[in-house]
């Protein structure tokens, strides 16, 4: 397949054809994890987030990368730590 990067924002976007979201079992919204090898990009499904805490992912990935979070690992080591504080906050039972 050949895809076409184009602008969006200040950045670069690839558009996704139907049939390649529908091999990828992939839905709007979806993550996808990315690897990037010899000059290649290799797309696979990632863990499919629930929709109604699409919204809430989205809002603390806008605010990681606001803090200058620029890797998935910086985000998802933040994410992390901050589960383990809530878990640390909650009483026990």
Known sequence: ???KISKW???AAIRLPAAVMA???AQIGDVLIGTLGDNSLTLKAG???P???RKALAAYL???QSEGKTTLTEV???LQNDIAKQKEDQPDD
């Open 1 to 3: 397949m050949i895809f």
């Open 9 to 11: 924002g200040h950045g």
């Open 23 to 25: 091999g990828l079992d």
């Open 47 to 49: 863990p499919r987030i």
């Open 51 to 53: 929709s109604d805490q």
């Open 62 to 64: 806008q605010k990681a």
């Open 76 to 78: 998802l080591e933040d």
